[in-house]
């Protein structure tokens, strides 16, 4: 199983790998909570944003990445109030980096409101 320790998952946000907007922000206002990176790109699923995050567990950080704000293509939707996340290596090259989180939840709080009304695409 992925290693989410550290982040305060629930069993159900662990078990649907997702987790809400609010939920989301909340995370990312902890103090614990390390910034590494955010970037908009695409995986399997569709476009996204993507915010890699870190915390301490133990004697160790652990990395979650959060993906969403983006077009699930094959939901055929725009995601614009829910997160899906997954574990990740926390390489020094991610470490290197931190970005404030108040720049952070202004910035995906304006690409929020840039995505909400948006028509779904015609198939």
Not at 112 to 120: F, H, N
């Amino acid at each position: 199983m992925e290693n989410r320790g550290g982040f305060g998952l629930t069993e159900k946000e662990k078990h649907d790998g997702g987790i809400s907007y609010k939920r989301l922000k909340e995370i990312i206002a902890r103090e614990e909570t390390t910034i590494h990176r955010i970037v908009e790109d695409s995986n399997c699923y569709g476009a996204f944003t993507f915010i890699t995050t870190s915390r301490p567990f133990g004697e160790e950080r652990v990395c979650l990445t959060f993906f969403g704000l983006g077009f699930h293509t094959y939901r055929e939707c725009w995601i614009t109030d829910e997160w899906l996340c997954f574990s990740g290596l926390l390489t020094d090259e991610l470490t290197m980096h931190s970005f404030p989180k108040e720049e952070i939840l202004e910035q995906i709080e304006k690409r929020r409101v840039s995505l909400l009304g948006r028509p779904e695409p015609r198939s």
